[in-house]
DNA sequence: CTTAATGTTCCCCA
DNA sequence: TTGGGGAACATTAA
């Protein structure tokens, strides 16, 4: 489910009902999603008012009154205002006013009351200038999909927006990121500004089951590029669409338009 | 039955 | 230390 847009999308969508709201008790029921002692978590959450709530990266960071709580929602985690309780619901937090569940099948996301792992991110992509981008790019060796997706590199950044975002940029997913030229490099500084900004205004992508915290899809996915269009015409110049693994993940780019 | 999926981390090797 | 590849983690869907 989650990439910065759709966390952004997730975050705005609970905001106004999780400020000021107080936890009146807490449960879990998964030892991958809240490792460690989860009644002790559940009693450090027990009472606690939620004071704000942000996103960093793809994290999701709410201030308490005493205390941070960091959500990351993995591959396939939501979080729901008054939803209901399924099986692969492995978070309830009863509020004050309503009910927030966090559901998760695949169990790869994380709910802590430490904000250590939020603290070892680099920086957002909405907020680095151009100088800062290019030194970065140009003090690594490593293929630029890998890299962009490494997000002590540049936070936020997941498998569908750096295929978007290398394609806007005509940028090849195995180039070197050290030999970008300065032109390249400000291409894909902006191209990453232009998706992510894109993504947000249409809620985010639901290629499967992403889902903001009242339930509502996002409409980004029908204006993707390259990513999950395999074998189709590319909007430039109608050469197919290639697929390869880069980083090991699949990827998507045309090899007509992105140079390496 | 096999493969791949919006993510992160760890391990091995060059 | 850097970087690439692969595996692991859980589950579902094609």
Do not use: W
């Not at 250590?116 to 030194?135: H, S, Y």
């Not at 997706?149 to 997941?158: D, E, P, R, S």
């Not at 985010?204 to 189709?232: C, K, M, P």
């Not at 430039?236 to 699949?250: E, M």
């Amino acid at each position: 489910m989650p990439e910065l847009p759709e966390v952004e999308t997730v975050v705005r969508s609970l905001a106004a009902r999780l400020k000021d709201r107080r936890i009146v008790a807490a449960s879990f029921t998964s030892r991958f999603v809240t490792p460690g002692n989860r009644k002790r978590l559940a009693s450090i959450l027990t009472g606690r008012t939620i004071r704000s709530i942000a996103r960093r990266g793809k994290f999701i960071v709410m201030t308490l009154d005493q205390g941070t709580l960091v959500v990351h929602l993995g591959m396939t985690g939501k979080l729901l205002i008054d939803g209901v309780s399924t099986p692969h619901t492995h978070g309830v937090f009863t509020l004050d006013d309503g009910v927030l569940l966090y559901n998760d099948p695949r169990q790869f996301g994380r709910i802590e009351a430490d904000s250590r792992r939020v603290q070892k991110l680099g920086p957002e992509p909405l907020e680095i200038g151009l100088e800062e981008f290019t030194k970065r790019l140009r003090s690594r060796k490593s293929h630029v999909k890998p890299l962009l997706l490494n997000q002590k590199f540049l936070a936020g950044l997941g498998n569908i927006y750096v295929d978007e975002a290398l394609f806007g940029a005509g940028i090849h997913p195995l180039a070197t990121a050290s030999r970008l030229t300065a032109a390249r490099a400000a291409r894909l500084h902006q191209s990453i500004r232009d998706v992510l900004t894109l993504a947000i205004e249409h809620r985010g992508s639901s290629t499967s089951d992403y889902v903001d915290a009242h339930g509502q899809r996002g409409n980004f996915q029908i204006l993707h590029r390259v990513y999950g269009r395999e074998g189709e015409p590319c909007v430039n110049c109608g050469t197919p669409i290639r697929k390869i693994v880069a980083g090991g993940r699949g990827t998507h780019f045309c090899p007509k338009c992105q140079k390496r």
